[in-house]
């Protein structure tokens, strides 16, 4: 079975569960929190290590993460384990909270530019992203200093690369076509 189709099918089915029980804000935040935990090292070597006993595996998460996430979060994650599938969890983590989102009506848009942006200018694109697609926004910005100048603006699967770094690329390929042709 391919890696997404496994990942999408864990993380709907406790998304369901999530809102059927009326907990989605709780679990989305287990989510974010498993999430960040994923990205630690040594927690990366705990889910891909094929040494560790499946029962140990459990025991550990359920001691790191004890008090601080649902008990449906618990029975997934324990479902996970005994099935073999933890290297998983960050991808089901990544696709539940997306699910959330999209529920939620909420889109999550990247602006990369090579210096801050005025808070102005970050509310207009915030506003101009939310008009055109019709949706709340959830803003994050990050700086780039390799850009040169310019922005990258990724709103969910839309991708608009007008950095200077990008045109010079353009530009250093024709130069490149034309030199190939004479």
Do not use: W
């Not at 998304?15 to 029980?21: H, I, L, Y």
């Not at 949706?135 to 994050?140: A, D, G, H, L, S």
């Amino acid at each position: 079975m391919n890696d997404s189709k496994i990942s999408v099918r864990y993380s709907r089915a406790l998304f369901q569960s999530a809102v059927e029980k009326n907990i989605l804000d709780k679990v989305n935040n287990d989510m974010l929190f498993l999430s960040e935990i994923c990205r630690i090292p040594e927690m990366k070597v705990l889910l891909h290590s094929p040494i560790i006993a499946p029962s140990k595996k459990a025991a550990i998460l359920h001691k790191m993460l004890e008090g601080n996430v649902e008990k449906i979060t618990f029975s997934l994650l324990d479902l996970i384990v005994k099935n073999g599938r933890e290297i998983f969890i960050p991808a089901i983590a990544r696709v539940f909270i997306h699910e959330t989102q999209t529920y939620k009506g909420i889109t999550k848009s990247i602006l990369t530019t090579a210096v801050k942006v005025d808070p102005k200018v970050k509310k207009q694109i915030t506003e101009m992203i939310s008009e055109i697609f019709k949706t709340k926004v959830e803003f994050e910005e990050n700086i780039d200093t390799d850009i040169i100048g310019g922005f990258i603006l990724r709103v969910d699967d839309n991708y608009i690369d007008a950095s200077i770094r990008n045109k010079l690329r353009k530009i250093s390929k024709e130069f490149k076509g034309i030199a190939l042709v004479q």
